[in-house]
């Protein structure tokens, strides 16, 4: 599986977001990483979520390492792997609502909101090989329960949402991006996703 020039666009803006500005994907030792996940078949999404989680757990250390390069990702990359795989292997033994006692009220008591995390988790489990000829429309169906269970929580936020939205923008405008772009759009659906979730402790993992 070869990333696309948007894959890799988007994987180089993550890293300036997350670092504030700090110089891209230049070294070879990062150019080697990703070709490493890439003739692993590692998809792109999973690459940022490993990103992600290794920038937050970074954040919260008191002295955090100054040189921070790709290969540092690569636990988290093999932990976001593992999961998605264990995701669907629990097929229909998954309990769908297993989580959903995390999430903060109002919305956990929302029977619409559960009903619809429910739904998108019985997709996420069941999905099917990518070599299969159904998983396109698949992942179209799960991509979709997601945007609603997201859409539910983020009219839940009210006012609050405002806020949060000129924060964000204001986080991808300091890293180079072009408003409105290919790679904005993905960063913003991605980071703005991220942030729903995170106000409500929804469990976007694996997703």
Known sequence: MAYTREEKDWLEREWAFRAW???????????????AWEASAVPMDLVVSALNAFFDRREKREKPRTFV???????????????????????????????WERVKPPLREDPAARSAFEAWQRLLASAPSPESAGFLAHHDQERKARGELLAMAETALGSAAESLRTELRQRLMASDMKEGGLVWTRAWNHHWARLVAQAWDLPLEGA
Not at 25 to 32: A, E, G, N, V
């Open 21 to 35: 500005g700090r110089a891209g994907l230049l070294s070879t030792d990062d150019f080697r990483q990703v070709l």
């Open 69 to 99: 390069a790709l290969r540092h990702l690569d636990r988290d990359v093999a932990r976001a792997v593992k999961l998605r795989e264990a995701l669907l292997r629990a097929g229909p033994d998954l309990d769908p609502g297993r989580d």
